[in-house]
Each structure stands twice: as C-alpha cells, then as structure tokens.
C-alpha cells in the first residue's frame, strides 16, 4: 500500500513493524498530532491490515513510552520535549558505556568467544557500509541496532538491552536520525570503529571510553535537532546547559 514504508534493502519489514514505522513517520510529519484520540480499529482500516498487528505495533509503542491508552478512548501520541532526549541519552551511557568496558576485559579472557566476536563485528562492519553507500537509511539502522545489541550483549547486560531498545524506538519516533543532517551513514559507521577496536584490544577503559564518546556525540547531536524543531532561538547555546543537567556523571568526559 501507498501509506507503508519502502525498504529498499530487499529485506521485508513485519507488519507489526511496518505499522510503527508508519506511526512515527505520521508523527514526524504532523499526521498524527498528540492532541487527538485514535483508536485500533481506525488505524486498521487506515492501512488495510488487520487488528493484530496494529496492536501489536502500538503495545511496543506504549512499552516506549510513546504511545498512551485510556479505557474507552483508545490511545493519544505522548507529548515528548527536547530533554526528553538528554534523558535518554542519560540512560543508554549509563548501560552501554560499562557494557563495552565488560565486553572487552570478558572477551580478553575467551578466545574462542572473541574470534566469534571479531567475525560478527567484521560481517557488520561490512553490512553497514554496504548499507551506507546505497543510502538505505532503514537497513542501515537495523545494522547498528544490531551492533549496539551484539556489544551489550557481550557485555552481559540482557536486561539493560531489552531498556536500550525501548530508549531507541524512542529516540527513533522524537525526530529524524542525524544522518543526512549532522553526519553521514559513513560517519556513524567510522565512530564505530574504535569502541570495536579497543573491545578485541582486551582495552576495557577504552572501550568505555570510546562508547561514551559515541552515544554522547549522537546524543548531543539529536538534541540539537530536537531544539530546532522546537522553535529554540539558540539551540547551539542551549545544549550544553541541557546536556549537563540531564546527563552529567554519565558523559564520556564525567
């Protein structure tokens, strides 16, 4: 149909995630504001699809916290703020940044696991870059999700990646990534490189310290976007503040 997302990868979404691709495109664009009740059923005729999927989509929406439901009403679209995204960003450094520094000092000690390791990380490596130069900005997300989780992972931190994934749906349905704007699939890719490297390293301080500097750089990044659309007359003054109330003990420089 008209209303889904193209994926341009060749690999074909799930209905559950074509429907919320479709929800934060119609947020992004005003289609669906926050102010307004939407129901299930109305979505479903919308796109044509079954209840199922579109439940299942906004379920996943609500875990984020994106997506609010009221008995006999249906659900409204939350209201975010651009702190919402140093919040965030707080939480993903609090989780990702000591998952690195375990995923390192683990690996160090596993050869076996850290050759799986290293075969893994190169196959993504290659996929996001492949990703990049078609400019296939969906693909080229799921990769990095992919990456981020394959780190956390390794790092020991199932839970804190089921709550990473949320915060990143949730960064996802706030605003447009910063590919295209700030940086390039190719520069998000290369700020990869060095929280890899310092993980098969055995370099647990490092990899650490590279994971903050990366999560902090888009984070910032994002942040900015958000004030812009929010009408900030000074969004580059403004971050630093925002940043450092919000975020402070967490960042890649403490």
Partial sequence: MDHWPVNRSGTELTLTEKVMVYVRDAVHSGAMPCDTWYSVYQLSEQLGVSRSPVRDALLRLEEAGLVRFTKNRGFQIVPTHPEDVAEIFALRLGIEAPAAFRA????????????????????????????????????????DTELHRLIVLTGRSERGWRFVEQLRTHTRILGPSTAGTSRSLEDIRREHLPVIEAILAGDAPGARQAMAAHVENTGRLLLRQALRRAGHPDPDSAVPAIWNAYVCGFSAEG
């Fill in 104 to 143: 390192a000092r683990l690996l160090a000690a596993d050869a076996e696991a850290l050759d799986a390791f290293r075969t893994a990380t190169q196959t993504l490596l290659e996929d996001l870059d492949a990703a990049a130069s078609a400019d296939d900005t969906e693909l080229f997300f799921r990769l």
